[in-house]
């Protein structure tokens, strides 16, 4: 019998991160391996994640384990893990997060209650790494929906726009997945898999869970910080604008731009990223500009990537964190 559930984690080099979310997806999985499988993929790490997994296989062998040679980035890293999986449905795990005590046992309710949904998306609760604890935990979306549940595919793309992206809030049919290859682009920077997995899903009804089932660590720094402006200024628009010449919304980039694009603050901080990478950035002026349109947005783009002092804007980040 097919498994309904994979939970699949994605690791490069996190091996004290990886160890910390298995202690909480481990018990999870073993008293419901009839329906669920954990599938662990490592991206050529060069820490100790390959003889702790080992480790953890030969006390576990129910957790399918694969060691990758080849390191890609991170959308080509999530796409290649997704091929791992057999389950009906599919959640992509971040390596450093923390399901609460019964976070499968809830999605797996979901499924059997709507398994024709195309798309579940979980709450959170989000914190600042603290080496390993999680400090300052906040409500990612701190309104509570009596009446949440069903939704279609649209409003839960305009209502959710990029949070969609955070992968272990998102579980999907994995003939959704299938169905969507066809749209995957490299212009979608690091968002190539939620592309795919949100174009696969037309035509069904999506889920919304609005209470917190898990907790977001946000790191300092991951190892896709210094692509963050290209993620952000490019990728997630050219997304939100296929969305809607794909017919799956209708004004995705414009709620992006109001929601995402419209604050002159994160506008400015979200620049200054690109001090952690000039030589990258120079040539990319222009691309980083392509939906900004204001002329005072377009020249502040190329005084920062030339010249922002790389260790001014370490210095206000570590402040603000």
């Known amino acids: 019998m097919g498994k309904i559930l994979s939970v699949v984690i994605p690791t490069l080099n996190r091996y004290e991160y990886l160890k910390r979310t298995l202690a909480q997806m481990l018990p999870q999985v073993e008293r419901n391996q009839a329906e669920v499988e954990l599938v ?11 003889a702790y997994m080992k480790g953890v296989v030969e006390t576990h062998p129910f957790i399918r384990y694969h060691y990758f040679d080849e390191y890609v980035e991170v959308g080509a890293s999530l796409i290649r893990s997704v091929g791992q999986a057999h389950g009906d449905f599919v959640v992509l795990w971040g390596d450093d997060d923390i399901p609460f005590p019964y976070f499968v046992e809830t999605v797996l309710d979901i499924i059997r209650t709507y398994p024709e949904v195309g798309i579940i998306h979980c709450n959170r609760l989000a914190g600042k790494d603290a080496k390993y604890d999680i400090r300052g935990l906040k409500v990612h979306d701190g309104e509570y929906y009596e009446h949440a549940g069903l939704l279609d595919l649209e409003t839960l793309v305009q209502k959710f726009t990029i949070s969609l992206g955070f992968i272990s809030s998102l579980i999907f049919r994995r003939d959704c997945w299938e169905k969507g290859k066809g749209n995957f682009s490299k212009a979608h920077y690091g968002y190539e898999h939620l592309a795919m ?12 869970y609005s209470l917190p089932i898990e907790i977001q660590r946000n790191p300092l720094e991951r190892d896709f910080t210094v692509k963050w402006p290209l993620y952000h200024f490019v ?11 794909w017919g799956v919304t209708r004004n995705a980039f ?24 000039r030589k990258r950035y120079k040539p990319l002026c222009k691309e980083l500009n392509k ?21 001014l804007f370490r210095s206000l980040r570590d402040r603000l964190y």
């Not at 662990?40 to 390959?50: G, I, R």
């Not at 990728?235 to 010449?245: A, H, L, S, T």
């Open 197 to 208: 997995i949100v174009s696969g899903a037309v035509g069904r009804k999506c889920y919304y």
């Open 254 to 277: 414009e709620n992006w731009e109001v929601t995402r694009n419209g604050s002159f603050i994160h506008f400015v901080w979200n620049m200054m990223f690109t001090s952690l990478d």
């Open 40 to 50: 662990v993929c490592c991206n050529a790490s060069k820490d100790e994640t390959d």
């Open 235 to 245: 990728g997630v628009p050219n997304m939100m604008k296929d969305f809607d010449r």
């Open 291 to 311: 939906y900004q349109d204001s002329w005072l947005r377009r020249c502040l783009t190329y005084l920062i990537v030339w010249g922002m002092p790389m260790c």
